[in-house]
Structures are given as C-alpha cells and as structure tokens.
C-alpha cells in the first residue's frame, strides 16, 4: 500500500506565501512523475505542477511565474513553494505521484488525502 501524507495547507491573505510538502511511502518501488493537482468549490480537478525524474518541470499557466514544484525522488518528497497567492488559488491541494512518465493531463496512480489552501482577498 501506497501513502501520500500532505502538510503546509492553510489561511492567507492575497500577496501572501504558502508551501505545501508531500512524502511518499509504502509499497512502490520507483516513482517517476510526481504532481500536485487541485479542486476548488464547483470546479473541476486542475494540474497545477509536474516534476519528472528526468527533471523536467512544467505548470499551468495560472500559476506560472508564482509557483515553483520541487522533488526528491531519492527520498519520495514533492513540494509546492507558493508565493503571491491570489483568492483564484483557494482550492484541496492534491500530491500525486506515479511509476510512468505521466503526460500533461493525464491520469496518475497514486493520490493524497488534500490539504486545504485558502486564500483571503
């Protein structure tokens, strides 16, 4: 079994900063893609961030320029650094990780419990 405990989630105010962590453990043997995705109030689930183990790193472009994913794919951590937050960002922040290469999009195995984001205006 696979599990993926989520902290830093909270209340800020617009400007303000928030990192999210996410580590990894159990039965999985290799990760290669690892994402954070969210889901705000009547939205759909949106991809935020993706880092490969190749390094390769892509975002959204609502939070490009603002956000910034890290991964540790020797200890099977994954960070989001989040920095002049906006209300639009309130949503459940997921950490999500997979064995593949996961495309843009796509769907990935391996899914936290969600940490709460909350941005003030």
């Known amino acids: 079994q696979v599990q993926l405990v989520e902290s830093g989630g909270g209340l800020v105010q617009a400007g303000g900063s928030l990192r999210l962590s996410c580590a990894v453990s159990?039965?999985?043997?290799?990760?290669?893609?690892m994402a954070w995705h969210r889901q705000a109030p009547g939205k759909q689930r949106e991809l935020v961030a993706t880092?490969?183990?190749?390094?390769?790193?892509k975002y959204a472009e609502s939070v490009k320029g603002r956000f910034t994913i890290s991964g540790d794919f020797n200890k099977y951590t994954v960070d989001l650094q989040m920095n002049n937050l906006k209300p639009e960002d309130t949503a459940v922040y997921y950490c999500?990780?997979?064995?593949?290469?996961?495309?843009?999009?796509?769907?990935?195995?391996?899914w936290g419990q969600g940490t709460q984001v909350t941005v003030s205006s």
């Open positions: 999500t990780v997979d064995r593949h290469f996961v495309a843009w999009g796509d769907s990935y195995d391996y």
């Open positions: 159990g039965s999985i043997f290799s990760i290669n893609s």
């Open positions: 880092v490969k183990s190749e390094h390769s790193i």
